[in-house]
T-cell receptor, first 112, second 114 residues
Framework: QQQVKQSPQSLIVQKGGISIINCAYENTAFDYFPWYQQFPGKGPALLIA???DVSEKKEGRFTISFNKSAKQFSLHIMDSQPGDSATYFC???????????WGLGTSLAVNP | NAGVTQTPKFQVLKTGQSMTLQCAQDMNHNSMYWYRQDPGMGLRLIYYSASEGTTDKGEVPNGYNVSRLNKREFSLRLESAAPSQTSVYFC?????????????FGPGTRLTVL
């Protein structure tokens, strides 16, 4: 049973456009929601993370929007660049639990 | 700091052969993890270790064993490799007091079982 559902599976965006990736969860005990970025041939790396006490977090061109009542969170990439082409994973965890529950990933391609 | 290192980078095995994937981290992290990544399946946790001397099963532990040799090293062993174990394997570690639960990943091992 997939506890964190991620969509879309793949996404193609033109350079300068906005990329939006969505995740939904069921477990209301989740209190930490990170996004990881993975380039081909590399391991994932933390991109940005949010806790449910805020509705939005922005770091440069990357923004997480969090909707606690809908149990959804999303990653927005503004002014998307070809260098943003990668696979993006959302995840969630509870408290100090050392395990992350992962979405299945979104392959993003930004056309020049 | 090298971060998380994994060896080997690539490996081809025949069905039934055994091998050990090595992982080491130099960040003084307590928690370490082994994942496998398959197309369309995301990252699936095989085993994890909360601290030296402890290990616990993850989502897909069958066919694997692990050893937390010391704080730095966490190895994954395939006793009798099967084609279903063809995958990319990632090791990760987590800081002891990480406010953001951040996991640091190694570069991965690409394993093919024929």
């Amino acid at each position: 049973q997939q506890q964190v559902k991620q969509s879309p599976q793949s996404l193609i965006v033109q350079k300068g456009g906005i990329s939006i990736i969505n995740c939904a969860y069921e477990n209301t005990a989740f209190d930490y929601f990170p996004w990881y970025q993975q380039f081909p041939g590399k391991g994932p790396a933390l991109l940005i993370a949010i806790r449910p006490d805020v509705s939005e977090k922005k770091e440069g061109r990357f923004t997480i929007s969090f909707n606690k009542s809908a149990k959804q969170f999303s990653l927005h990439i503004m002014d998307s660049q070809p260098g943003d082409s990668a696979t993006y994973f959302c995840a969630a965890s509870v408290g100090n639990n050392r395990k992350l529950i992962w979405g299945l990933g979104t392959s993003l391609a930004v056309n020049p | 700091n090298a971060g998380v290192t994994q060896t080997p980078k690539f490996q081809v095995l025949k069905t039934g052969q055994s091998m050990t994937l090595q992982c080491a981290q130099d960040m003084n992290h307590n928690s370490m993890y082994w994942y496998r990544q398959d197309p369309g399946m995301g990252l699936r946790l095989i085993y994890y270790s909360a601290s030296e001397g402890t290990t616990d099963k993850g989502e897909v532990p069958n066919g694997y064993n692990v050893s937390r040799l010391n704080k730095r090293e966490f190895s994954l062993r395939l006793e009798s490799a099967a084609p279903s174990q063809t995958s990319v394997y990632f090791c990760a570690s987590r800081a002891p007091d990480s406010a953001f639960n951040e996991q640091f990943f190694g570069p991965g091992t690409r394993l093919t079982v024929l």
